[in-house]
């Protein structure tokens, strides 16, 4: 098993992957809107053999805390082959993506996912709870890559129209 950065032709293989692990959601096409969109900031996939078993994609979000732009990313989606799952394979890919999108600058990232699986990677409901955003609650977290980028009294999240969120949120 080994983490690799996307190229073209591990497309086909992302898309099988998205589609298998979230069985029949949208986020495969979610996955190419980014893509035409030019959001990408990071693209990993974890590779058995020839295959691609897992992904993470992370974008660039619009995020502001106090009138200061923060350099964010999204991340989402992150998908594992099912026969693959409960292995570390989605750990170890959020896990070396976030020290990736450190050293390209990233100063913090935010999630919406299962409250009981992110945590452990650094992310806080807490801390994205100043953010207004279309979500709220226990599967909206955020996590700061750099001490204090979150740092403030309130913020906001706009997500880009890939995602389709009504309100341009
Ligand atoms: C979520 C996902 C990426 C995790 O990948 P993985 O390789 O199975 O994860 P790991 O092996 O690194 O970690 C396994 C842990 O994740 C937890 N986990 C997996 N899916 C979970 C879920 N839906 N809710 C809560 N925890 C979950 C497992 O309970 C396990 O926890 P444990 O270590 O305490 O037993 C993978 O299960 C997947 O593709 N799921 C379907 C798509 C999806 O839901 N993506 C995330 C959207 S937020």
């Known amino acids: 098993m080994r983490i690799e950065l996307e190229n073209a032709g591990h497309h086909a293989g992302i898309g099988a992957v998205t589609r298998a692990a979230f069985a029949g959601g949208d986020e495969a096409e979610l996955i190419?809107?980014?893509?035409?969109?030019?959001?990408?900031?990071?693209?990993?996939?974890?590779?058995?053999?020839?295959?691609?078993?897992?992904?993470?994609?992370?974008?660039?979000?619009?995020?502001?805390?106090?009138?200061?732009?923060?350099d964010a990313l999204c991340l989402a989606p992150v998908s594992v082959l099912p026969q693959y799952q409960r292995r570390g394979v989605g750990s170890m890919l959020i896990r070396d993506g976030l020290a990736r999108c450190k050293a390209l600058g990233g100063e913090a990232v935010v999630v919406l996912g299962h409250a009981a699986y992110y945590p452990r990677f650094g992310f806080s409901a807490d801390l994205a709870s100043k953010?207004?955003?279309?979500?709220?609650?226990?599967?909206?977290?955020?996590?700061?890559?750099?001490?204090?980028?979150?740092?403030?009294?309130?913020?906001?999240?706009?997500?880009?129209?890939?995602?389709?969120?009504?309100?341009?949120?």
Do not use: C, K, N, Q
């Open 131 to 169: 953010l207004a955003a279309p979500f709220a609650g226990e599967a909206f977290m955020a996590l700061e890559l750099v001490a204090g980028a979150l740092a403030g009294d309130a913020g906001e999240v706009v997500y880009p129209p890939a995602f389709g969120i009504d309100g341009g949120h």
């Open 32 to 70: 190419e809107r980014l893509r035409a969109d030019g959001l990408v900031r990071l693209s990993l996939v974890a590779v058995d053999g020839e295959r691609v078993v897992g992904h993470v994609l992370f974008t660039t979000l619009h995020v502001v805390v106090d009138g200061r732009i923060v």
